[in-house]
């Protein structure tokens, strides 16, 4: 049984010295085995790491890769991926799309692994959307220079290092970029129009406020612990921002919050904010959204979870809305919904809502425990008087926490 710590090692420099023919029209059954096809031999392999071992009683021989046919298809996929861009070099200039990430599974030898993936991301210079998953930390460096200075027509950037910390370790998982590199990449991407960050619970952020960036962003996703970068981030591009998604399992300061999502009200066009606070936690009182909702000038789109919007603020909706989304997927159900049946019956008949579409989403366990037959059919009533299409949306339970155990 070989498993010593030298076997990735050894099988990554067999696989990258291989030197592939074209796919011959039947196999010569005296191929020796570096004229095979890489995957010939992942078959051998897998079929070899099968093989029962009749010294060992009840065990079956195995070799560290082989036998997971997963880990050694990413690694020989990696190398023939780069072979192909350096010996196809018309190729890479084609490409404009990339998305490259080490699966957790691969983590004994993601240095190397995430080192090729880099080689592959610094020749695809016209690429327009880069999508940047889960490498080791000692590429950063690399990955960093080629963002900044490899990829000039760059459109779309995805960092989406989202960790779930009960799957394994995360030291060498510790981020990618700081804060202060992230904003020096803004600024050198003047055609960057998409952002999407999801960040791990072990990432350490600066404690840095973000200046106004030249980078006309016009949609951004966020996704971390730290809700104080989130508003930091949507500050710097809020001028020109169209579309906002944001998670959060803090809760979100009140004045960072108005003087963040102020910056928006000219060109926000959709608004979803998620906030997921962990059970043991006291709830948050949330009361900055309302008093922003008259000064959307664009808003056509809102999807919010029930602790950000209470049924009172209906009243104050923008006029440019169309379409409203509302999440709960909490035991006191009940007790939002009858709130919001008694503020749209109330709305002044003189003044209709201008927005249309009212989708409520749910879990289907907590509604079917805590809401009565009567409590759906009285809210479908009142949105047909009113001349608001419901729909019934039901959604996961609770979303799992992304950075609380």
């Known amino acids: 049984m070989l498993r010593d710590s030298e076997t990735p090692r050894r099988l990554h420099a067999a696989l990258a010295s291989l030197t592939l023919p074209s796919p011959p029209s039947s196999l010569n059954p005296d191929m020796s085995p570096p004229e095979l096809p890489y995957d010939v031999l992942l078959h051998i392999f897998t079929e070899l790491a099968l093989l029962r071992n009749d010294r060992i009683e009840g065990e079956t021989s195995s070799w560290l890769l082989s036998s997971t046919s997963v880990d050694l298809l990413s690694c020989s996929l990696a190398v023939e991926l780069l072979r192909t861009v350096q010996t196809r070099p018309e ?147 809020g001028s020109t921002l169209e579309q906002l998604s944001m998670y959060c399992e803090r809760a979100i300061p009140s004045d960072l919050a108005l003087q963040s999502l102020g910056k928006t009200t000219s060109t926000l066009r959709h608004l979803r904010l998620i906030i997921n606070i962990p059970l043991n936690r006291p709830a948050p009182v949330i009361e900055w959204l309302e008093p922003l909702l008259p000064h959307f000038k664009m808003l056509e789109k809102l999807s919010v979870t029930e602790d950000v919007l209470p049924p009172s603020a209906l009243r104050r909706l923008p006029p440019s809305l169309r379409w409203v989304e509302l999440i709960d997927w909490t035991p006191e159900i009940k007790d939002y919904l009858q709130d919001l049946c008694s503020n749209l019956l109330y709305l002044e008949p003189r003044d209709p809502p201008t927005w249309r579409d009212l989708v409520v989403c749910y879990d289907p366990e907590q509604f079917a425990l805590h809401v009565p037959r009567w409590l759906g059919i009285w809210l479908a009533q009142i949105c047909a008087r009113k001349g608001i299409s419901l729909t019934w949306r039901t959604g996961e339970a609770t979303p799992p926490l992304q950075f609380f155990e």
């Not at 890479?92 to 990339?98: E, H, I, L, Q, S």
């Not at 960040?199 to 404690?207: C, E, K, N, R």
């Not at 016009?218 to 710097?236: E, F, P, Y």
């Open 91 to 237: 190729l890479p200039a084609w490409t404009r799309v990339v998305s490259v990430g080490v699966d957790v599974r691969d983590e004994e030898w993601a240095d190397e692994l995430s080192m090729l993936l880099v080689d592959i991301v610094e020749k695809c210079t016209n690429v327009r959307t880069l999508d940047l998953g889960r490498l080791h930390d000692c590429s950063r460096i690399r990955v960093y220079d080629a963002v900044l200075q490899s990829l000039p027509h760059l459109e779309t950037l995805s960092w989406n290092w989202a960790w779930d910390g009960r799957r394994g370790s995360a030291q060498n998982w510790e981020g990618l970029f700081t804060c202060a590199e992230l904003f020096r990449i803004l600024q050198r991407h003047p055609t960057l129009r998409r952002l999407e960050i999801r960040l791990p619970s072990s990432f350490h952020y600066d404690p840095i406020h973000l200046p106004s960036t030249t980078a006309p962003i016009t949609s951004l996703t966020l996704q971390t612990r730290d809700t104080t970068l989130d508003l930091s981030i949507v500050g710097a591009v």
